[in-house]
């Protein structure tokens, strides 16, 4: 699962270089935009910046984390990937409505309550597959989460379904393309602990 993650200026200035990809590959779609993004952790319930299509337009707009859940005060962060497409409250979101979290890194936490941050070799950025709904307060976004590959699976069963440079384009641009990222196996990541300076996988 990803219940927190970390964000600062090089996150804004990754989804600025994701956007001008997207537009070589489908010209016009990308207007012009630039933010300035304060280093923070994000949780859930927060609003956040993401990268989607809206309308004919691909923007960066915040949104809140989480749609909400079927008890009072809950919201649903993640989405299964294996089954998010036969969900009624994802199914249309992730046809329609996909999009991408940035993050510089994510936190998780094993079984003995030690947390660990999970982050690209090289600070390459993070690009969490996602998707979003509207609601009458505003429109709210989910991470897709999938089985966890052998760099997480020493601390939880479950991760961001994380995509290469190419596949986030692809997964905001390409109908064809989203059932299948779904089924993909996340890039390797680094993990650094509170006792531990990094392993690398």
């Known amino acids: 699962m990803c219940g927190r993650y970390y964000i600062d200026n090089d996150t804004a200035r990754e989804i600025l270089k994701l ?43 915040w949104q809140r984390w989480g749609f909400p859940g079927f008890q009072k005060g809950k919201v649903i962060f993640n989405a299964r990937c294996e089954s998010a497409m036969e969900k009624p409250m994802f199914r249309e979101a992730v046809l329609h409505r996909r999009a991408i979290i940035p ?25 969490m597959a996602g998707c979003y709904r509207k609601y009458e307060d505003g429109d709210r976004f989910v991470i897709l989460t999938t089985q966890a ?3 997480m699976e020493p601390v939880h069963d479950r991760m ?19 059932e299948k990222l779904l089924r993909k196996s996340p890039p390797l990541l680094e993990r650094r602990t509170e006792y531990e300076q990094m392993s690398l996988f």
């Open 19 to 61: 956007a001008r990809q997207a537009d070589e590959k489908m010209p016009g779609t990308v207007g012009g935009f630039g933010m300035e993004i304060a280093a923070k952790d994000i949780y859930p319930t927060e609003t956040a910046p993401i990268l989607a299509l809206f309308g004919s337009g691909l923007e960066c707009r």
């Open 103 to 127: 993050a510089a890194w994510f936190y998780e936490w094993d079984r003995n309550k030690q947390k660990h941050l999970f982050y690209r070799q090289g600070g390459v950025p993070l690009f």
């Open 149 to 151: 590959n052998a760099s």
């Open 160 to 178: 961001p379904l994380v995509l290469e440079r190419e596949e986030a384009v692809d997964w905001l641009l390409e109908d064809g393309a989203a």
